[in-house]
């Protein structure tokens, strides 16, 4: 099932604890921008066909990674992306949407998407378990 446009932004608004929506959708579109560079095939088009259309589009059509980035680099990544972003807020964006992402994953998904990433990713997904 598709999220709702409000219903991820409401849930990434609230786990970031930002106070406009506008600041909710930047990291939300710069995150799985990036996180798109890392994932392939069907589980990246799973992904997408969950999320809402506009984001969808935004995973589907990347940033380019050069090479899987580490967790810690992903979130220097953000931090690059996100204009004033610190690494810690940025770690803070991307644990906001990404365990957004999960919950509309579902957990299956989600264990397939981890298999995907670098170790350790299953922390900033809000999943802090073996795979």
């Known amino acids: 099932m598709v999220m709702r ?11 970031g604890d930002y106070e406009t929506t506008r600041e909710a959708e930047r990291a939300a579109r710069t995150v799985l ?5 890392h994932l392939v095939g069907e589980v990246r088009a799973e992904l997408a ?5 506009s984001l969808a ?8 990674a050069r090479e899987p980035l580490s ?4 979130v ?19 644990s906001a949407v990404l365990s957004v992402a999960a ?22 997904f809000g999943h802090p378990h073996p795979v």
């Not at 446009?5 to 786990?15: D, G, I, N, S, T």
């Not at 220097?76 to 991307?94: K, M």
């Open 76 to 94: 220097r990544a953000t931090a690059a992306w996100i204009e004033g972003a610190t690494e810690q807020t940025a770690a803070w964006d991307v």
């Open 49 to 53: 066909a969950r999320l809402p259309e």
């Open 103 to 124: 919950d509309a994953a579902g957990d299956e998904l989600t264990r397939h998407i981890l298999l995907q990433l670098p170790a350790g990713y299953d922390l900033l």
């Open 57 to 64: 589009l935004v995973l589907l059509n990347p940033l380019q």
């Open 71 to 74: 967790p810690e680099r992903f």
């Open 33 to 37: 921008a990036l996180l798109g560079a």
């Open 5 to 15: 446009w409000e219903a991820f932004l409401h849930q990434v608004k609230e786990r």
